[in-house]
């Protein structure tokens, strides 16, 4: 226990801010896709899953391009005033959000909280790494990464006890971010050193930033690095932008319900949306939950393996888990999928900051990984082409219900939601919801989406193997 009280007391509320920052962020994101593109009667907003995709991609993305500009902010203005600023503009964002039903008005709202996440994104990971040494730097990060988890595990878990209204989703995200206000005081920034970059205006700092960037691109070994890992991200995005939806279209929660009503009978109360069936983002989120249980075990195993070596079969187990979660109606088949989707990403995702750290120059280590925000940016726009054109064209629900209702030449009023549309079709050809689910899976194979991630994840997997192989030539 003696290395813990080697932390100072900023390292611990720095994590304690990143706890409930995540707490806030993954309470609201993991609800994000449904929410969009969820019945109106249910809540939603009842926008196109291109629409969706469109906005969850580049708005996200856009938030992992930002830091490295927000953090020469933060150099420059200090942290403590722009984690101030940041707060205050996530709390306006979380309460304006949802008064908001355009896709222009949530698309420009989107955006304004990405701005203050962007604020907050690079301070943290910074504190903590001024607050640690070289002793206690490996294990101050495993606390980061385990508050991010633990966080990412509990949003969800939370703001789920308030989807009656989708309102309140976003209030409650407000709500857990305005506690970071209370610790605010007893954060003291670690020491800035001014540099004379640093002591320049801010537009001349942006400047040197931009020019530091086109030196980046001129070393094509690691941009070729950068974008074979994007691929990695667009699978992963897949957890937030799609799999929520795919699994409240399509998947059979009943076994599930069924077991924590006769076991935990609490659980089925508060996370089901109607008897026998579960909310779909409990279903999806149990991958935050498997990384908390497993990471130490998975780290363990993967600590001895070169980090190109343990990325690429991260990224092929990863492609696998989350092709196999598309795949079947069974709920027990998609947690499995889940857990075997969890294992790849613990194994290759810690290994890519590893290697960016191994790979830069050793006087260009920190522009290097300031930089390792390009495959996120580039990842999250893919993402959102597969959740949005991809999605809606092979595996979303409304749309094959559209096509459905035309080929029987279906008579329907205009103005229905896409819930009542759904029940109508069902009522006119005589089935049950359950039974027209069951039809069109039949019969539309919505399920042939996991071919694309798998096929983007094994492209990703040979090429990172023929990058490895390249490189280790080079060397010799």
Partial sequence: MSIFNKFPRTFWVANTIELFERWAWYGFFMLFANYLTGS?????????????????????????????????????????????????????????LPLFSTFTGVFLMYLYLAVGAALFKPIISATVAKTTTDETSSIGFGIFYMMVNIGAFFGPMVTLLFKGSSHLIFYVSAGIIALNFLLLPFYKEPGREQ????????????????????????????????????????????????????????????????????????????????????????????????????????????????????????????????????????????????????????????????????????????????????????????????????????SDKVEITRRFAESKGLQLADNLSSSAYFDEVARQVQLTPHELTNLLWSTYHPSHIWMVLLGIGLVAVAALVIYDRVISRSKA
């Fill in 195 to 394: 540099t004379p970059a640093q002591k320049q205006s801010l537009g001349k700092t942006f400047s040197i930033i931009f020019r530091n960037m086109g030196s980046i691109l001129r070393d094509g070994k690691f941009i070729v690095f950068l974008v074979i890992v994007a691929g990695f991200w667009a699978m992963y995005h897949q957890l937030f932008f799609t799999l929520p939806v795919f699994v409240s279209q399509w998947v059979d929660t009943s076994v599930l319900f069924h077991f924590f009503d006769t076991y935990i009978p609490f659980i089925s109360e508060k996370y089901s949306p109607a008897p026998g069936v579960m909310d779909a983002e409990f279903v999806t989120n149990t991958d935050a939950l498997f990384i908390i249980i497993f990471q130490v075990a998975v780290s363990s195993l993967v600590m001895r393996m070169k980090p190109l070596k343990s990325m690429a079969a991260g990224f092929l187990v990863c492609s696998i888990g989350m092709a196999l979660t598309f795949l079947s109606q069974n709920v027990l088949f998609t947690l499995v999928a889940i857990l075997t989707f969890a294992v790849g990403e613990m194994a290759g995702s810690p290994k890519i900051t590893e290697y960016i750290g191994r790979i830069a120059p050793a006087d260009k280590k920190a522009l290097y990984m300031g930089y390792s925000f390009i495959p996120v940016f580039l990842g999250n726009l893919l993402a959102g082409v597969i959740s949005g054109v991809v999605y809606q064209h092979m």
């Fill in 40 to 96: 109106s009667d249910l809540g939603g907003l009842e926008f196109s899953q291109s629409q969706k995709g469109m906005l969850m991609g580049v708005g996200t993305a856009i938030l992992y391009f930002l830091p490295v500009l927000t953090g020469a902010i933060a150099d420059r203005y200090g942290y403590k005033r722009v984690l101030y600023l940041a707060f205050t503009v996530y709390i306006s964002a979380f309460i304006l």
